[in-house]
């Protein structure tokens, strides 16, 4: 049976994630080399690394008897399409604004205090 996919957004509305993604940033990390970074229990960190790991930021290495986890890009790409939409919907706006502005350039003179 498969895990469910979860939510990008549900799995980065925790400071401790989002912490244990940037630490991925820098290099693999064993699951016991992140617990260390933390004031919370290890089954608590394996909650976490289990929520990455099920919404596609993280994946697993075996090493030995250690699990290194690792950044995936999937992760991220619900969250960069969601920021890209946005980012489309505001400059469209801006730009539409810029043009009344541009045929209208008296707009907003008589709103200005003296």
Known sequence: ????????????????????????????RSINSIAE???????????H?????QAGFITFEEKGRERY??????GFDQVKEWMNFFEQYWLERLGKLEQLLAKNPDIGKNTQKK
């Open 1 to 28: 049976m498969t895990a469910p996919q979860l939510d990008s957004f549900q799995a980065l509305a925790d400071p401790s994630r989002r912490e244990i993604l940037l630490m991925l940033t820098k290099d693999k």
């Open 37 to 47: 970074q933390f004031d919370i229990s290890r089954p608590a960190i394996s909650k």
């Open 49 to 53: 690394i289990k929520v990455l790991y």
């Open 69 to 74: 986890c690792i950044l995936r890009q999937e």
